[in-house]
């Protein structure tokens, strides 16, 4: 005597739905580990329970390389059908570059407002100063430009009023 069609739907009850899933997880497990025996396959498998609980399955020691390598190969495979995807893989590399600078200006601003100093060798020091000195040569050379221009306008504004 055979069974009939299972209706695939949610089970309502409670603890029917429980035992379905204990049973049915554990025969899924169960294939899984078949399959990966029977045919030298390399599977993992994953199960959240409707509780949040974890069971997993994986034919390797760790289930991590088999998920480093489903990453890879979902990656390559997403690169060959969306060749932008391709040039992701560089942000990488780039990120690690671009937050070296970061921490590089963040810490040669610290050191400019005058904090962290304690590590400086002398010659830094000596270094950080001439780059304070050009700096501040700059910054008044610019305020003295800006004066001149006022002043030069001010005067141009002045002489139509001197002849009234």
Known sequence: ?????????????????QVTF?????GLLK??????????AEVALIVFSTKGKLYEYSSQDSMDVILERYQRYSFEERAVLDPSIGNQA??????????????ALQKSQRQLLGEQLDPLTTKELQQ?????????????????????????????????????
């Open 22 to 26: 204990s049973k049915r997880r554990s």
């Open 128 to 164: 950080l100063e001439q780059q304070l000195d050009s700096s501040l040569k700059h910054i008044r050379s610019r305020k003295n430009q800006l004066l001149f221009e006022s002043i030069s306008e001010l005067q141009k504004k002045k002489e139509p009023l001197e002849f009234v």
């Open 31 to 40: 294939k899984a580990h078949e399959i990966s025996v029977l045919c030298d």
């Open 90 to 103: 560089n942000w990488g590399d780039e990120y690690g570059s671009l937050k070296i600078k970061l921490d």
């Open 1 to 17: 005597m055979g069974r009939g069609p299972v209706q695939l739907r949610r089970i309502e009850n409670k603890i029917n739905r």
